[in-house]
């Protein structure tokens, strides 16, 4: 059952049509669990309380699947008005973006050029930015812009995911480029060709991916609301005497946040993801096919006026 809503909820997050709509309608943001606000200024609001909460953020500005010219081109003046925002007001914040939000289904020498102005105005304010990963079509050529960019900006960053079985040769290849890599489980409905269809198997290929990055002397954001990669992080952390400054621990905004403060309060470095906008809906779907239950939440979240 628990599968069949997950699927269920995964085609509903890829629906355009569906998209557009509750781009059009809305719904009252500060109703929404896993949404900061309707605007930059909302999101900039919440990012000060996290901050003065003792958690450093990375911000994003909702939106995918972009297919005009102009409404990427949009996303990407957002995103330079998000560091700009970062800037202005002292915030503790690194920047995520999705490369279809730039227009990747579109040109990819568009993407290249609005990412290139992105990094430079992060370079300028001291801005990391995190390419996030979006499904197994944009894989591979999102890894070939990362590297791309890596070999010309120190403040890039990319995701990369336990399920697809080409990660563990992705992350020996990135090895070379230094990489700021965030590691999570991965959240898009693929098939069984490209990864594993066992929560179990991805679990574990999870486990020896952290492993492997660490051990490289690479720089790890762990991704993740699971006990259980969590505990198995602080058992590589004490085994192989790694500094807590190689790694972090990233959770998204309105997840598991008892869990966020004990790590904080244990002295770990502890991200929220926090996402803002009006395109709302695909980060939506995607969150209650990881766990059906939270159905409730957004349904009240939409109706409460
Ligand atoms: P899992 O799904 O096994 O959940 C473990 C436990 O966490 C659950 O039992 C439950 O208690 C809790 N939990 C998990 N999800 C929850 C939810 N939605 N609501 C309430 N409780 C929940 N994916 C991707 O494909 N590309 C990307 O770029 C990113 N980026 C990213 C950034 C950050 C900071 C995070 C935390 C996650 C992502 N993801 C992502 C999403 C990721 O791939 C994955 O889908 C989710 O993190 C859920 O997997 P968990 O590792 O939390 O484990």
């Known amino acids: 059952m628990e599968q069949l809503m997950r699927n269920f909820f995964l085609f509903l997050s890829k629906n355009k049509t569906l998209t557009k709509l509750a781009k059009k309608y809305g719904f009252k943001f500060g109703a929404s669990r896993f949404v900061a606000g309707v605007d930059i200024e909302h999101a900039a609001r919440k990012i000060k309380e996290i901050n003065n909460d003792g958690f450093v953020v990375t911000i994003d500005h909702l939106g995918e699947f972009v297919d005009n010219e102009q409404e990427a081109k949009e996303s990407a003046d957002e995103c330079i008005n ?146 259980a990669i969590i505990d198995y992080v602080k058992e590589l952390e004490k085994e192989h005497n790694i500094p807590r400054d190689q790694f972090e621990f990233q959770m998204l905004f309105g997840i598991r946040i008892e869990l966020q403060n004990r790590l904080r309060k244990e002295g770990y470095k502890m991200r929220v993801y926090v996402p803002y906008g009006n395109d709302w809906y695909g980060y939506n779907m995607r969150r209650l096919a990881e766990r059906p239950a939270n159905v409730m939440f957004v349904l009240k979240g939409i109706f409460k006026k």
Do not use: W
């Open 82 to 227: 998000a560091i700009k925002k970062i800037a202005d007001k002292g915030l503790d914040s690194e920047l995520s973006l999705k490369l279809t939000s730039l227009g990747l289904d579109i040109s990819e020498e568009l993407v290249m050029d609005s990412l290139r102005k992105i990094l430079d105005a992060g370079k300028q304010h001291n801005v990391t930015v995190t390419i996030d990963m979006e499904d197994y079509e944009r894989c591979g050529k999102t890894l070939d812009i990362f590297k791309e960019l890596r070999s010309e900006y120190e403040n890039v960053g990319t995701v990369l995911q336990a399920y697809l079985y080409r990660t563990e040769e992705d992350l020996q290849d990135l090895n070379d480029y230094d990489p700021y890599l965030r590691i999570v489980k991965g959240a898009y409905k693929e098939s069984p060709e490209v990864a594993f269809p066992d929560k179990k198997d991805v679990d574990e290929n999870y486990k020896k991916l952290i492993k492997m990055n660490l051990l490289n002397g690479n720089y790890t954001a762990v991704g993740t609301h699971d006990d």
